[in-house]
């Protein structure tokens, strides 16, 4: 082999080096930012994902919010409502603040409905079915038109369970937000 043939096949070799290491590295590049690439994608996924939840818990928080503070200022009213009629002294301003808090807790309960999980759905039904009771044993008795098991006694009763209820129902809702002790 002469040497003007070594030095144009040493010459082709180092040529066909450089171009194989170019396409090469290029090629390396392209896999890395292809890697990146959907590495980002998975990261908005999950990042997207995490909003969605936190925006689902919120709006549970706000319901849940909502729903607890219109049953307590219900049973407040009705515990006034009570106490006026055990006095004998029920005003049509209390008997229209009772319906307005009763509009408002069924309000805030029906939207509970379409937002919270069925085991809190459970004990805020059962506090709104106990508070309808207390409110219509108060109205038959308001009224003047109670049956015999429209008492004060069993208006009382109502009463105090609402309480234990709504003990219920909050301790559910806080398990739910992973907040309970």
């Not at 082999?1 to 170019?22: E, N, R």
């Not at 689902?56 to 909502?66: G, K, M």
């Not at 309808?132 to 004060?152: C, E, H, R, W």
């Amino acid at each position: 082999m002469s040497p003007s043939t070594s030095a144009l096949v040493i010459a082709l070799v180092g040529i066909a080096g450089t171009l194989a290491s170019a396409l090469l590295t290029q090629r390396s590049a392209n896999h890395n930012k292809l890697r990146e690439l959907e590495r980002a994608d998975q990261q908005r996924l999950e990042d997207r994902a995490y909003q969605a939840q936190q925006a689902a818990l919120e709006a549970r928080r706000s319901c849940y919010v909502a729903l607890n503070i219109a049953a307590r200022l219900y049973q407040t009213e009705l515990t006034n409502y009570l106490a006026a009629i055990i006095a004998g002294n029920v005003t049509d301003e209390l008997r229209t603040s009772v319906d307005e808090m009763r509009r408002e807790h069924r309000s805030r309960h029906a939207e509970a409905q379409m937002v919270v999980p069925d085991s809190v759905l459970e004990k805020a039904g059962a506090v709104n079915g106990n508070l309808s009771q207390f409110y219509g044993i108060l109205k038959a008795i308001d009224a003047g038109t109670a049956t015999p098991s429209d008492t004060v006694e069993a208006a009382e009763s109502r009463r105090l369970r609402s309480w234990d209820l709504l003990g219920e129902m909050r301790a559910a809702m806080r398990h739910d937000l992973d907040i309970a002790s």
